[in-house]
């Protein structure tokens, strides 16, 4: 099993950057998945980007191509997601997320964190 625990939101203007962190416990952690969610109010809760076991795979949802970079550093056990450009629409609280499987573009996963607003302003 493994713990979550994001950091780094915040209040940013629009074109604003952020970075997200996101610590997990446990010694296996470059067993897992590690992926980035978002959920805004009233709205669903949708993937944002997810990176393989190594940090050398990652998969994008469309809406952040170019914008958001996630990474991993693996002898910390933390998972990242830089965060360039931000516009509105990506406000929302961002959650860590991790999985065994190694599918990088299906959605399901084991454990989540608590989450990180991230709001920013027009």
């Known amino acids: 099993q493994v713990q979550l625990v994001e950091s780094g939101g915040g209040l940013v203007q629009a074109g604003g950057s952020l970075r997200l962190s996101c610590a997990a416990s446990?010694?296996?952690?470059?067993?897992?998945?590690m992926a980035w969610f978002r959920q805004a109010p009233g709205k669903e809760r949708e993937f944002v980007a997810a990176v393989s076991r190594s940090g050398n795979s990652q998969y994008y949802a469309d809406f952040v191509k170019g914008r958001f970079t996630v990474s991993r550093d693996n002898a910390k056990n933390t998972v990242y997601l830089q965060m360039n450009s931000l516009k509105p629409e990506d406000t929302a609280v961002y959650y860590c997320?991790?999985?065994?499987?190694?599918?990088?573009?299906?959605?399901?996963?084991?454990?989540w964190g608590q989450g990180t607003q991230v709001t920013v302003s027009s």
């Open positions: 997320a991790a999985k065994q499987s190694t599918w990088l573009d299906r959605y399901e996963y084991d454990y």
């Open positions: 446990g010694r296996t952690f470059s067993r897992y998945t």
